[in-house]
DNA sequence: CCCAATGATTTCCT
DNA sequence: AGGAAATCATTGGG
């Protein structure tokens, strides 16, 4: 009943605007043509109308019917909305285009990304919940992490998916509501088909900006859970002992060219039981090695007596392992040399394949029982001469450091500090200025 | 709490 | 692509 002032300013309206003095007109009772008999009509119409809030409900009812059936209303309802439309509708259709969501569709895009909207692995809650307890539980080759980040995620999957049902249910809900009731209104208000439509659309999109908040909160859930696990890559956990233990086994037995082919760093991935997963194992065996030489080359005094430890042990497990080290030792100790010489001069490939045929045993072969002193000794004659290490074949095979003279993988930055072999640590001061 | 060690990331270079 | 170097950020010992 709201309407009824507003029905009366229209129609009040019309009948100003468009026949202005009509209903005075026609009371005069001049003219007898059909036109005037139609005005005479609509006159009465108007008359009614505007009236009818005097009237008792019953009455107005029963007006209202009548006024419904008559042959008119169909003409006056159709004018009404026209007008409607020019005045009103207009200026507001003008502005609705909706201009295609950059942001919205950046949204579905990363929901989409992140698994939350995607096309789920199952469907309903039910498989979300399942999938959660899958991750949780069987978690294949991931760590505790990442299988509980899994479970927020489609925790926050689930969310997300009963409140997007929930929308849309709520917002088609709505619709038929209200268009119902235009529906039912547009026999008592010049509400055109085309006028619902339109407020639909309204609907719809105000619903969608709801969606969108929605949206947005989820990609903040999201945003924070990943900060919370998967970012938090900088958090790092130190490997165990064995580990760094079996890394730098390698490390030091392949000094003169510490860069393990793929398979190589699988194996050491395998080895140290990094396997968090078959892609980051590897990645984080590269980054041990990365820091690993440009650590030493940095300061390889200070690793000193880690390399003569480390040294010391292969060639422990090399004689342990094979007796054939003795006689191996001079002709073939070459991995070694290949190392230093031939990383750089000779061919790449001979040197190889020698040092991964005996690689780990040569330092075993050649240093036999007092290996650290060989070493040190060695290492210390490289550093000095290359002229005298030319005398000493096995040793110039044999030092890693000579390769930083050749200018191997390092530049040798801190060559002096090489000096004594008893005093490895000591010449450590002279690194630390370093 | 300070600091060295150290795993991870970033930037630049080849 | 992969490495070197610089840098960041955490860990753990004192």
């Known amino acids: 009943m709201d309407d009824q002032p507003?029905?009366?300013?229209?129609?009040?309206?019309?009948?100003?605007?468009?026949?202005?003095?009509?209903?005075?007109?026609?009371q005069d009772g001049t003219g007898g043509a059909d036109g005037e008999g139609r005005k005479q009509d609509i006159g009465d119409i108007l008359q009614q109308i505007m009236t009818i809030t005097d009237e008792s409900l019953d009455e107005a009812q029963a007006r209202k019917?009548?006024?419904?059936c008559h042959r008119m209303k169909p003409a006056l309802f159709n004018v009404l909305c026209e007008i409607k439309e020019k005045t009103v509708l207009?200026?507001?259709?003008?502005?609705?285009?909706?201009?295609?969501?950059?942001?919205?569709?950046?949204?579905?895009?990363?929901?989409?990304?992140?698994?939350?909207?995607?096309?789920?692995?199952?469907?309903?809650?039910?498989?979300?919940?399942?999938?959660?307890?899958?991750?949780?539980?069987?978690?294949s080759d991931n760590s505790a992490e990442h299988s509980d980040y899994r479970a927020k995620l489609s925790q926050i999957r689930q969310i997300y998916h009963t409140e997007l049902e929930k929308y849309e249910q709520a917002c088609n809900e709505f619709t038929t509501h209200v268009m119902n009731l235009l529906r039912e209104q547009s026999r008592t208000r010049p509400i055109s088909p085309k006028e619902i439509e339109r407020m639909v659309g309204i609907i719809h999109r105000k619903f969608s900006s709801i969606q969108m908040q929605l949206k947005q909160s989820t990609c903040e859930a999201v945003m924070?859970?990943?900060?919370?696990?998967?970012?938090?890559?900088?958090?790092?956990?130190?490997?165990?002992?064995?580990?760094?233990?079996?890394?730098?086994?390698?490390?030091?037995?392949?000094l003169s060219n510490p860069y393990p082919s793929e398979e190589a760093k699988e194996e050491l991935a395998k080895k140290c039981s990094i396997t968090v997963s078959q892609s980051s194992s590897n990645i984080e065996v590269s980054n041990w090695f990365g820091n690993k030489r440009i650590r030493y080359k940095k300061n390889i005094g200070k690793f000193q007596e880690e390399?003569?430890?480390?040294?010391?042990?292969?060639?422990?497990?090399?004689?342990?392992?094979?007796?054939?080290?003795?006689?191996?030792?001079?002709?073939?100790?070459?991995?070694?040399?290949?190392?230093?010489?031939?990383?750089?001069?000779?061919?790449g490939d001979l040197f190889m394949s020698v040092q991964s045929l005996n690689g780990d045993s040569y330092q075993g072969a050649q240093v036999g029982a007092n290996v650290q002193s060989q070493v040190d000794t060695?290492?210390?004659?490289?550093?000095?001469?290359?002229?005298?290490?030319?005398?000493?074949?096995?040793?110039?095979?044999?030092?890693?450091?000579?390769i930083n003279t050749n200018g191997g993988w390092q530049d040798a930055p801190t060559p002096s500090s090489v000096t004594s072999p008893t005093e490895g640590p000591g010449s450590v001061h002279s690194d630390t200025s370093n």
């Not at 950059?102 to 498989?127: F, H, I, T």
């Not at 970012?231 to 392949?254: G, M, P, V």
């Not at 004689?319 to 230093?340: D, L, Y």
């Not at 290492?379 to 890693?400: F, K, M």
Request: overall charge positive.
């Open 224 to 254: 924070i859970l990943r900060s919370r696990f998967l970012d938090a890559r900088r958090k790092r956990r130190n490997f165990n002992k064995q580990a760094t233990e079996i890394l730098n086994e390698y490390f030091y037995s392949h």
């Open 6 to 26: 507003r029905l009366m300013h229209s129609s009040h309206g019309v009948g100003m605007a468009g026949h202005p003095g009509l209903a005075q007109h026609m």
């Open 90 to 139: 207009s200026i507001r259709g003008a502005q609705e285009e909706e201009p295609p969501d950059a942001q919205l569709m950046r949204l579905d895009n990363m929901l989409l990304a992140e698994g939350v909207s995607g096309p789920e692995k199952g469907g309903g809650s039910a498989a979300a919940a399942a999938a959660a307890a899958a991750a949780g539980g069987g978690g």
């Open 307 to 347: 390399a003569n430890m480390y040294a010391a042990k292969t060639a422990a497990n090399a004689t342990s392992v094979s007796t054939h080290g003795s006689q191996a030792n001079s002709p073939s100790t070459p991995n070694s040399a290949g190392s230093a010489g031939s990383f750089n001069m000779n061919s």
């Open 378 to 402: 060695l290492r210390h004659v490289i550093s000095q001469t290359g002229g005298y290490s030319e005398s000493l074949a096995a040793s110039q095979i044999y030092s890693p450091q000579g």
């Open 65 to 68: 019917h009548a006024l419904n």
